[in-house]
């Protein structure tokens, strides 16, 4: 999503995400504005986590993902509300906005979808093969009909031609593009200060995350030359304690490890302590999405997307 928004602001589109803030905590009501200018409806307007200015919610609010994305993108407007059609107005009404991007979008079907990007993971493309609630897949595999465009994302340059053969039988048009996380530094989850990847090799180190595949996590670590010698991993979007930090520092102390290590993702989730609290510094591994094959297929839907469209507006936006 990052990587995609970056692309379409260079190419001229003025760009708002919409996301449902999964596990975010509402703020308490805010009447007023949205509810004069769609029709007196007693209801809330979106969550604004950045204006394309200033980032104006903490992750608590706005939810870990659209927090992240709010703050690394500081020119992206950033909207989080359940109803992505009364998101998707806002933001037009508001700031005039010509290009809204969805995230988890494939199955919000209230919107007209112009493209429909579809992200696989290569580790476990499908899951375990079931809906929600018996699996994790919101939509059975056969409604990859729909996209327009296919990311397999975590490639490693081996082949995934088995992977591609089975999304050939779902989908036999879209545009198939490999990529990976590409690793760039460690920042310090306090300080902000940058180490260079290099600063891993040979280093012992601890591990804490709460995202869906730790392993994958891990293991990338362990690529770069870090020694891990201890490591902890909670559910998915996991929202830390002082106290979780705290217990697992006393541990890492005690055998003497030089650093602890957690996703962005994490980091935004977990309470600022002060450096003589942590004891053992804490650092997030920033990456990006770094494209591996199909460049003219990704830059083909950026430029599809930035060659010039009329204005949105609301008899256009519902599907």
């Known amino acids: 999503m990052e990587k995609f928004a970056r692309a379409l602001q260079a190419g ?21 504005w949205f509810r004069r200018r769609f029709g007196g409806k007693d209801e809330d307007p979106p969550r604004i986590v950045s ?16 927090y992240m994305l709010a703050h690394n993108l500081k020119d992206v407007i950033v909207l989080v509300d359940k109803d992505r059609v009364k998101c998707g107005l806002f933001a037009i009404d508001k700031w005039k906005v010509d290009t809204l991007l969805l995230d988890d979008g494939l199955q919000y079907l209230s919107l007209k979808h112009r493209l429909d990007v579809v992200l696989i993971d290569r580790q476990a493309p ?57 690793p760039l530094y460690l920042e310090h989850l306090v300080t902000g200060e940058r180490l260079p990847l290099d600063r891993l090799r040979d280093t012992y180190i601890g591990s804490i995350c709460g995202i869906a595949a730790p392993e994958s996590f891990e293991g990338g670590l362990r690529d770069l030359g870090a020694r891990l010698d201890l490591t902890k991993s ?86």
């Open 234 to 319: 909670y559910t998915d979007h996991h929202r830390y304690t002082a106290a979780e930090i705290l217990s697992f520092v006393s541990r890492w102390v005690r055998i003497d490890l030089e650093m602890i290590a957690t996703t962005e993702k994490d980091a935004v989730r977990m309470p600022r302590l002060t450096e003589a609290e942590m004891k053992v510094p804490i650092y997030f591994l920033r990456v990006e999405i770094e494209i591996l094959s199909g460049h003219e297929s990704w830059e083909h839907c950026v430029a599809r997307i930035c060659k010039p469209q009329p204005l949105l507006s609301p008899e256009r936006f519902f599907a």
């Open 126 to 182: 499908f899951g375990n093969e079931f809906l929600l609630p018996r699996g994790t897949l919101r939509e059975p595999p056969r409604n990859l009909r729909r996209a327009s465009y296919i990311f397999i994302t975590k490639s490693t340059g081996a082949s995934n031609e088995a992977l591609i053969e089975r999304i050939r039988r779902y989908n036999r048009t879209a545009e198939i593009i490999e990529c990976a996380h590409r």
């Open 12 to 32: 001229g589109r003025q760009v708002a995400i919409l996301s449902r803030g999964y596990k975010s905590v509402p703020q308490s009501p805010q009447r007023g």
């Open 51 to 66: 204006d394309g200015k200033t980032l104006l919610l903490d992750s608590l609010t706005a939810g870990d993902e659209p």
